[in-house]
């Protein structure tokens, strides 16, 4: 049996800067188990399969049946149902608070983080499987156990007609269905295999113009594997990382790096590219190569080989091996894959990130926090603060930094542990937010607060991620030029080709320094006075015509309208001061179902307009964020009416053990690939019900 083992190293070849906290790894032991636990887990594996065209999302019941049994002893209260002709009591929301919290509390790991399935995208695993395999590496690297497990995640992703899509709950593509053709055959798979399905996708491939229709991205895999020539590639040439970094081009200006340059190098390509590979100008390709490569083991040194992300880990991970198959580099990238694999009922997939540990945890405690519930919860709390302490990042990267195109990072907060250390703009925001939160508990509680300095820390790093427009990117300042997307190489993802600024970086920035200015109002203040002001013009800028925002990093203009709404308010506007907040209160107004609830589909990020679920049904998670943007803006005030019939939904979708249910994919990156948040279906409606407790039900000047 499967077993998610934390905060655990195992492997000399791992480096780490704060023992291994938040680090998630799943290990197969042929012993571990009684036969009702497996046959438990055998039950939703089953379940998974026989429903998976119409349920696409895994419920991620592998972790939570090993927790659930771990932290057993959890009294699970009446379950609570409100009828529409009754009024949403106080003591209802209560209940279904204290029944949701005593479950999610079992599911924290012992060093104070909230695990949970991060994958979704279908073309993260055959970068893996295509790098091991090559290196001679996959059946030393992965157990049996592990590859069967990979089959059966991507038959069960297999869509009705034989493809696969860009994600799990996407129509089939050439890109997705001959990537994860290919993997199943080199995990051993026979072409007629598995009661047809190896040929039903081969047929779809055959019937759609063959593999060579594959995009860009899926060439140069299939060219790593040997299997299409790489004259039908456009490659990026390496020379150009010797440019100066005042031109546009330059790579390290484009977000994610790209990997090829379809349309822009295809001349370069046709006609420098036989110059640099002979006499003298070899020396020149062989200088551009060893730069590169200083940047790949430069990433790699300062992540402890984890990587930003799955893409680069395993192309980093590849070209250390080219560079010498025996190297240091290459056995330190090994035991690292374990950290971006995840175990659910429905297989075992490759991650989006190393995991999403510190963000879910830092929204958990704000939500915690909200419902005025602390006390009851203050363990839960307090390894929460825990894990929030032990993840900042205390050191900015080693050299020049500019040199290494990297940005400060000391005092930043991850999306995940510590050991990757990326500073990312809303991680730090977030983080800050729920430790200040923290910091005004009793530390007998909570334990004791995070030291003054290291806040200051946070705090400038936040400052020195702000643009010139006021808005905020990701990982870094918007180096570049946005009709660069005009040459976007990828083919398949949108807005990708620099780190644009968002409204949701940019108001949890302006919210964490909000609350940081309440705490120290005599650190820095102009500084932050005269940010907050940016931010808060930028976000009113981007808001459109209709009243909404458009979500980048969650589906989608639920999402952006409640960060757009709860950075003005922390601003200082509200409902009748402020036309963005009247826009954005009605345009949501309007989306409000039959039921009360919200429901958005992922087509809203692919489309940009707005689109309900199929069958107009509702969504936990997009409900309890139209209700937390709706309360902020006062909406009680005016009309509680909407927010009653939305606590009315979320309550009566609490399952019997104090879970919610499990509905559609609910995170987005580059516009059209879609990611799950296995948490955010018991963190947000913890965090709507908490705040509509205190500040609906009971009146909003309590709190």
């Known amino acids: 049996m499967w077993k998610l083992k934390i905060a655990e190293g195992g492997s000399p070849w791992l480096r780490t ?78 209940n279904t ?51 069967q ?37 080199l995990l051993g798979e026979g072409a007629n295999d598995a009661d047809g399905a190896m040929e039903k996708g081969r047929d779809w491939i055959l019937n759609h113009g063959g593999a060579t229709a594959i995009t860009s991205w899926g060439k140069m895999w299939l060219s790593v594997l040997g299997v299409f020539e790489w004259s039908g590639n456009n490659p990026l040439p390496p020379e150009i990382w010797l440019l100066p970094y005042i031109l546009p081009v330059h790579p390290d200006l484009y977000y994610p790096h790209p990997l090829v340059q379809d349309i822009l190098w295809t001349s370069l390509d046709k006609v420098v590219e036989p110059i640099l590979m002979h006499w003298p100008g070899k020396k020149l390709r062989e200088k551009a190569l060893r730069t590169v490569l200083e940047h790949v083991h430069y990433e790699d040194e300062n992540t402890r080989y984890i990587c930003i992300g799955p893409v680069n880990k395993v192309l980093n991970m590849l070209c250390c091996w080219v560079e010498d198959p025996n190297s240091e580099a290459f056995k330190l990238h090994l035991p690292r894959i374990f950290d971006f694999l995840w175990l659910a009922e429905d297989g075992m997939k490759m991650q989006g990130y190393n995991g999403s540990q510190l963000w879910d945890t830092a929204f958990c405690v704000q939500a915690i926090i909200s419902t005025d519930l602390v006390e009851e919860y203050g363990p839960t709390l307090r390894n929460a603060h825990a894990y929030l302490k032990k993840s900042q990042v205390l050191e900015d990267c080693p050299g020049n930094l500019d040199y290494w195109y990297r940005h400060i990072s000391k005092g930043a907060w991850p999306f995940s ?143 952006a309208i409640w960060f757009g709404i709860k950075g003005l308010v922390a601003a200082g506007k509200n409902y009748n001061n402020c036309s963005s907040i009247c826009k954005a209160c009605d345009f949501l107004l309007s989306k409000q179902l039959a039921s009360g609830g919200w429901g958005e589909s992922y087509l809203s990020c692919q489309n940009k307009v707005y689109s309900n679920l199929d069958g107009n049904r509702s969504h936990v998670v997009n409900t309890a964020w139209a209700m937390l943007a709706l309360i902020d803006a006062g909406q009680a005030e005016r009309d509680p009416t909407p927010l009653h019939r939305a606590a009315r939904v979320l309550i009566n979708s609490q399952m019997e053990n104090g879970d919610f249910p499990q509905e559609e994919i609910m995170g987005v990156f580059n516009r059209n690939c879609m990611i799950t948040y296995a948490a955010y279906r018991n963190i947000f409606p913890i965090w709507a019900l908490g705040e509509y407790r205190c500040r609906v039900l009971r009146g909003p000047l309590t709190k």
Request: aromatic share 10%; glycine share 8%.
């Open 417 to 559: 542990t510590s050991d990757h250390g990326w500073p990312i703009s809303d991680c730090t925001a977030e983080g800050l937010k729920a430790i200040l939160l923290l910091s005004k508990i009793p530390s007998e509680i909570v334990g004791e607060p995070l030291d003054a300095k290291q806040l200051y820390d946070a705090v400038n790093v936040i400052l020195s991620l702000q643009n010139g427009d006021g808005g905020f990117a990701t990982y870094e300042l918007t180096r570049s030029y946005a009709w660069l997307e005009l040459i976007n190489p990828a083919e398949t993802f949108g807005d990708i080709v620099i780190d644009y600024p968002y409204v949701e970086c940019t108001s949890a920035a302006l919210q964490a320094l909000t609350s940081f200015n309440k705490f120290y109002p005599g650190h820095r203040r102009e500084e932050i006075e005269h940010c907050i002001k940016k931010a808060t013009m930028f976000i009113e800028k981007i808001q459109a015509s209709d009243g909404s925002w458009y979500g980048s990093w969650g589906v989608c203009f639920t999402y």
């Open 149 to 185: 497990e990979m089959c059966r995640y991507l038959y069960n992703h297999q869509n009705k007609d034989g493809g696969w899509g860009l994600h799990i709950e996407g129509p089939s593509t050439m890109f997705g269905t001959v990537l994860n053709y290919v993997t199943l055959r």
């Open 17 to 94: 800067t704060n023992n291994h906290v938040g680090r998630q790894v799943w290990e197969f032991d042929p012993d571990l188990g009684s036969p009702e636990q497996r046959e438990e887990i055998e039950r939703a594996r089953e379940t998974f399969s026989k429903h998976r065209f119409e349920k696409k999302h895994s419920a991620d019941l592998i972790m939570r049946i090993q927790f659930l049994k771990e932290n057993a002893g959890t009294v699970v209260l009446p379950q609570v149902k409100v009828k529409d002709t009754e009024d949403v009591t106080e003591d209802a929301v209560t």
């Open 97 to 147: 608070l204290r029944r949701a919290i005593n479950f999610h509390s079992t599911l924290q790991a012992h060093d104070g983080h909230w695990p949970g399935d991060y994958g979704g995208p279908m073309f993260l695993l055959p970068g893996l499987i295509i790098t091991l395999s090559i290196t001679g590496a996959l059946n030393a690297v992965l157990s049996k156990e592990h590859r």
